[in-house]
């Protein structure tokens, strides 16, 4: 097999990741070694810089729509709860812009909102009366549950040997398992 000197592209590389590192302090925009591992190093928290900004940007919209929700006497979540209840499917990125440009448009979004929870109640309205009845029914089954617990201790005890027999039947060989 000939012999491989890898003149061109390593000089290529080389040159590659030192104009990438041109502007580094000393010897990070000088040497090989030193600007590899700057550059790497710069790499990495750009792309988690990328990620983040996605972050900060859509917690910045939230904040604005908040705002401009809490003038127009709603809170955010419900503001949202009725724009998909309404069927507007808009994004966080378009309504900050339009609490932050349009205030008149925004506003006409609220009422849009506050109309399609009025028409649609929330499941918590729906399910009170029978989440009041299941806990006033709960207390009444309680001490009937513990007086049952109470004169029945030989079950539990005839229980236990039955436990016991159980692991010793799994430490058998099984042709199965072997």
Not at 53 to 80: D, H, M, P, T
Not at 108 to 134: C, F, R, T, W, Y
């Amino acid at each position: 097999m000939p012999r491989v000197k890898r003149g061109t592209h390593r000089r290529a590389s080389r040159k590659k990741v030192l104009e990438q590192a041109s502007g580094y302090f000393l010897t990070k925009s000088k040497l090989y070694r030193a600007a590899q591992e700057a550059v790497e190093r710069g790499l990495k928290f750009a792309y988690v810089g990328r990620k983040l900004k996605k972050r900060e940007y859509r917690s910045l919209w939230i904040v604005r729509i908040n705002a401009s929700c809490r003038a127009a006497g709603v809170s955010y979540s419900q503001f949202v709860r009725g724009l998909k209840a309404a069927g507007l499917d808009l994004n966080r990125k378009v309504l900050a812009d339009i609490a932050l440009h349009d205030a008149a448009g925004f506003l006409s979004l609220v009422q849009a909102a506050k109309a399609a929870l009025e028409a649609k109640p929330g499941p918590e309205a729906g399910n009170a009366p029978e989440a009041k009845s299941a806990a006033d029914a709960e207390p009444q089954h309680a001490p009937a549950a513990a007086s049952t617990l109470e004169a029945e201790p030989a079950p539990e005890s005839e229980a236990k040997p039955a436990m016991e027999s159980e692991p010793a039947a799994e430490s058998e060989p099984n042709p199965e398992n072997a």
